[in-house]
């Protein structure tokens, strides 16, 4: 549970960062944004994040589970 406490204060501080880049220097972006792609970027970051958060959260609890029963013998 603290891992994944710590995963996400560490994503925010990521997001933050991330967003204080200046927008107007970013010539890609822009043009995405004209022509309505900018929001599939987006969606599709959205889904790997959420992908990789879950498979990270998955993992964790196998090892959990492998640790208790290690400690149990």
């Not at 994503?11 to 880049?21: E, K, N, R, T």
């Not at 994040?49 to 998955?58: D, F, H, Q, R």
């Amino acid at each position: 549970m603290k891992k994944t406490i710590i995963l996400s204060i560490l994503f925010l501080f990521v997001l933050v960062s991330a967003h204080a880049q200046d927008a107007n220097q970013v010539e890609m972006a822009d043009a995405l944004y004209a022509n309505g792609k900018i929001y599939v970027v987006a969606i599709v970051a959205a889904i790997v994040i959420t992908i990789l958060t879950a498979y990270v959260i998955m993992i964790d609890r196998k090892v959990t589970k492998l640790e208790e029963k290690i400690n149990q013998k």
